[in-house]
Structures are given as C-alpha cells and as structure tokens.
C-alpha cells in the first residue's frame, strides 16, 4: 500500500472528511514519526509495532571489486519491531 492509497482508503471509511485533511492528518503523522526518530526517540503505536533508530559503527569496509580498504562512516538506520498484536494477526490460521 503506498501513502496515496492509505489516504483513499482513510478518506473511503471516513466519508465526514474532506481529502485534504486526510491527507493533512496521515502527511503530519509521518512527519511527527520521522521526526521523533531524527531526535533519537523511539515511537510505540500499541498493537502496532515500535520504531527506533539503530547505530552502526563505523568500520574499515573492503571494495569488492579492487579490494582497497575503505573507511566506512557511523550510519544510523530505522528499526520496526511488530507488536503482539500484529504478530498474532498475520499469524492467524487461514479462516473458511
């Protein structure tokens, strides 16, 4: 599902809104989120899952193709964590 159709389907299921503030509404929670995790903070959306940020050290890499060492830098990268629920959710046996 890409951001476009999340809003439609936002905007589908809640007919009392405009489109624009649906897509205002959804646009400023990713922003809130990324926002929380360039600070550093961990964002929790209980039944959902957890975001945070993960620090990778920098190193002394290899480029494959010659082989030269290379000095790789401090990167930091998002981290998701499922919650329970989700997990029991997409676990949940095939229902007939």
């Known amino acids: 599902m890409t951001k476009s159709e999340l809003i439609l389907h936002v905007a589908e299921r809640n007919p009392h809104l405009y489109h624009r503030d649906v897509e205002r509404i959804v646009t400023t929670i990713f922003k809130e989120i990324t926002g929380a995790l360039a600070r550093?903070?961990?964002?929790?959306?209980?039944?959902?899952?957890?975001?945070?940020?993960?620090?990778?050290?920098?190193?002394?890499?290899?480029?494959?193709?010659?082989?030269?060492a290379v000095e790789v830098a401090e990167k930091f990268a998002p981290f998701f964590k499922a919650g329970k629920e989700l997990r029991d959710r997409l676990n949940l046996p095939d229902e007939m």
């Open 40 to 68: 550093g903070d961990r964002v929790e959306l209980r039944g959902f899952g957890a975001f945070s940020v993960k620090g990778r050290d920098a190193r002394v890499g290899r480029n494959p193709r010659t082989g030269e």
